[in-house]
């Protein structure tokens, strides 16, 4: 009892930062008032990201995404102007801090509580592409019709960092291109799985970042496990940038019995030519976690020119390649 009322306070602690924070966001084009009840919505925090942009929305509006959900944090390369421009993009701009807004969760947040009930939502970065069984053959709205179905209300997606073969500086990235053209393989295992027992989620670290940058301290590598799609409800509060919700029940995405429920990748094209850029930024910056520890190491690692292959590296093919690897699951979803 002691525990549910805790979580239940933590809950309403990040409405209440989501409010506070939702003050922050001054609207560019708000075009939610025509969404349609049963809309797929992608909502995301982005700073000058023009260039992997064309690509993004293409990639969410050929899987079936009816509406983008926004926050442009103080871009100065375009961004925010393409944006206001999409007709199916509604969107928001702050000159804020993006880490006293818990990373940009809670401005999602607000968004989320103000437009999104009882829509399914994919929060995701511009740099994450969701991968899901039968995603070749099938649209979005397969997979959400499933989940009604089943009355499952989210849906897990480890994920997979992508590279290229060789340095990451050597293939430019062109605006409106294919990133997995450059960045084709990942690391087929090196994965470590444990149970957080207080909030019900798998915590999954591993992968080239943890190799690569984080090999002295691997418990201090990013971590790979997320719950992007959600059935939402405006009670319901991401905790932890996707990677762990309330209530905590959303979190149980795996299954005790012994068997296998559905889940997903996130194929994660962050080792681009343009990341090398993005990380000096974002360390000057220091507006991520532990004053963008993680960004130092980056930064550290890349000035060596790092080529991520390795024993484990493979070329990605497809999803069922990722089932065969044990990194998703169509559970019973025939």
């Known amino acids: 009892m002691f525990d549910r009322y805790r979580l239940r306070l933590r809950r309403k602690r990040c409405h209440l930062r989501a409010w506070r924070r939702g003050r922050e966001l001054r609207k560019v084009a708000d075009r939610t008032s025509g969404l349609a009840a049963d809309a797929i919505l992608v909502l995301s925090t982005l700073r000058n990201e023009r260039v992997r942009l064309p690509y993004f929305l293409r990639y969410y509006r050929n899987l079936g995404v009816d509406h983008f959900l926004i926050v442009d944090n103080d871009s100065t390369d375009g961004s925010r102007e393409y944006l206001a421009q999409q007709p199916d993009v509604s969107l928001w701009t702050t000159r804020a801090s993006y880490k006293r807004s818990h990373f940009g969760v809670d401005w999602l947040t607000h968004l989320q509580r103000r437009h999104c009930h009882g829509h399914w939502c994919l929060t995701v970065d511009v740099d994450e592409f969701l991968i899901y069984p039968f995603c ?181 093919i497809n999803w069922r390649q990722l089932e065969i690897l044990g990194l998703m699951s169509k559970g019973n979803w025939a």
């Not at 990677?243 to 012994?258: A, C, E």
Request: charge should be positive.
């Open 136 to 316: 070749e053959t099938r649209p979005l709205r397969a997979l959400t019709d499933w989940l009604d179905a089943s009355a499952i209300r989210s849906f897990s997606a480890m994920l997979l960092d992508m590279y290229p073969k060789g340095p990451v500086n050597a293939q430019p990235y062109h605006e409106g291109q294919d990133p997995f053209e450059i960045a084709q393989y990942f690391d087929s295992g090196n994965y470590a799985i444990r149970r957080n027992p207080w909030q019900g989620n798998l915590w999954i670290q591993g992968g080239p970042r943890a190799r690569v940058f984080f090999s002295d301290a691997p418990a201090k590598a990013p971590a790979l496990n997320k719950t992007p799609l959600v059935k939402w409800h405006r009670s319901y509060a991401y905790e932890s940038s996707t990677h762990m919700l309330l209530p905590r029940g959303l979190n149980l995405v795996y299954d005790h019995g012994g068997g296998e429920k559905a889940s997903g990748c996130l194929l994660h094209a962050k080792f681009l030519d343009t990341f090398s850029v993005k990380a000096a930024e974002e360390m000057e910056r220091r507006q991520h976690y532990a004053n963008s520890a993680e960004y130092k190491a980056y930064a550290a690692g890349l000035a060596a020119q790092p080529d991520f292959w390795c024993k484990w590296s493979e070329k990605y």
